[in-house]
């Protein structure tokens, strides 16, 4: 296992590499949906297999990225534009491929990805109205159009997810939630949730969607499943 090069991001290497292993998986869902609960448990399960892999996300993943998310997430950031927001995403998103995406699958390995351009156009698309071809060009020239060969969707209702989000924060003595994007409307949380469903609709063939709202342990079991089948085929 590699030390971390930025915050969320980490390595597993080892000898067995078989070859045309290079895999690029998404895990999306709205906020409280488990997502970055699951990609920590898919990424066990490949250790497990001794199947190289990373695991990252959006925003960060970089040392660039991680200032950028300081500026998009943080209670404290100023305030942002529509606009803005989108550009500081793909900014992060460049970086991210330039510095880990690409570089790890040319060495052959799987990466699993903890937001990536759906999670765009489902948030500044969808939940902030701007125009949805506007934001897939901008997501297209950021990602190099790569496109993940399969996407996790985590599928909850908005009641059920800022219910987690909440109960957590509370936890860990963070309320009020400090996250921008947790802090939001629940109409803005039901427009990305919808934003989401509709992009599964529309490439049935790359999206799983898996409902969250049940079990960590079955829904990781389902996510499990997913991966395997990927992987043999």
Same mark, same amino acid.
């Given at each position: 296992?590699?030390?971390?090069v930025?915050?969320?991001?980490?390595?597993?290497?080892?000898n067995? *590499?078989?070859?045309g292993?290079?895999?690029?998986?998404?895990?999306?869902?709205?906020?409280?949906s488990g997502k970055?609960t699951?990609i920590?448990?898919a #990424?066990?399960?490949?250790? =497990?297999?001794?199947?190289?892999?990373?695991?990252?996300g959006?925003? =960060? =993943?970089?040392?660039?990225?991680d200032?950028?998310?300081?500026i998009?997430?943080?209670?404290?950031?100023?305030?942002l534009s529509g606009r803005?927001?989108?550009?500081?995403?793909a900014?992060?998103?460049a970086?991210?491929i330039?510095?880990?995406i690409?570089p790890a699958?040319?060495?052959?390995?799987?990466?699993?990805c903890d937001?990536?351009s759906?999670a765009t156009?489902a948030?500044q #698309?969808? =939940? *902030?109205?701007q125009?949805i071809?506007s934001?897939r060009?901008?997501?297209?020239f950021a990602?190099r159009s790569?496109v993940?060969?399969m996407?996790?969707?985590?599928?909850?209702?908005?009641?059920?997810?800022?219910?987690r989000?909440?109960d957590?924060?509370r936890r860990a003595g963070n309320?009020?939630l400090?996250?921008?994007f947790?802090?939001e409307?629940m109409k803005?949380?039901?427009?990305?949730r919808? #934003?989401?469903l509709?992009?599964?609709?529309?490439?049935?063939?790359?999206?799983?969607?898996?409902?969250?709202?049940?079990d960590?342990?079955?829904v990781?079991r389902?996510?499990?499943?997913?991966l395997e089948?990927?992987?043999?085929r």
């Amino acid at each position: 296992m590699k030390a971390p090069v930025s915050r969320g991001v980490y390595y597993y290497s080892c000898n067995v *590499r078989p070859d045309g292993m290079s895999l690029f998986v998404t895990f999306e869902g709205i906020e409280g949906s488990g997502k970055t609960t699951q990609i920590k448990k898919a #990424g066990n399960y490949l250790k =497990g297999k001794e199947i190289p892999f990373v695991v990252t996300g959006e925003p =960060g =993943g970089t040392p660039v990225g991680d200032e950028l998310r300081k500026i998009l997430l943080d209670r404290t950031a100023l305030a942002l534009s529509g606009r803005t927001e989108l550009l500081l995403f793909a900014a992060d998103r460049a970086q991210h491929i330039k510095e880990v995406i690409t570089p790890a699958m040319q060495r052959g390995e799987i990466v699993l990805c903890d937001r990536f351009s759906d999670a765009t156009i489902a948030y500044q #698309g969808y =939940g *902030r109205k701007q125009d949805i071809k506007s934001v897939r060009a901008i997501c297209d020239f950021a990602s190099r159009s790569l496109v993940p060969d399969m996407t996790l969707l985590f599928d909850i209702s908005v009641d059920q997810g800022l219910g987690r989000v909440i109960d957590r924060a509370r936890r860990a003595g963070n309320v009020p939630l400090e996250d921008r994007f947790e802090r939001e409307h629940m109409k803005f949380h039901e427009m990305i949730r919808s #934003g989401y469903l509709a992009l599964a609709e529309e490439d049935p063939d790359r999206f799983r969607v898996i409902d969250a709202s049940g079990d960590a342990a079955a829904v990781h079991r389902e996510v499990c499943i997913h991966l395997e089948g990927l992987i043999k085929r």
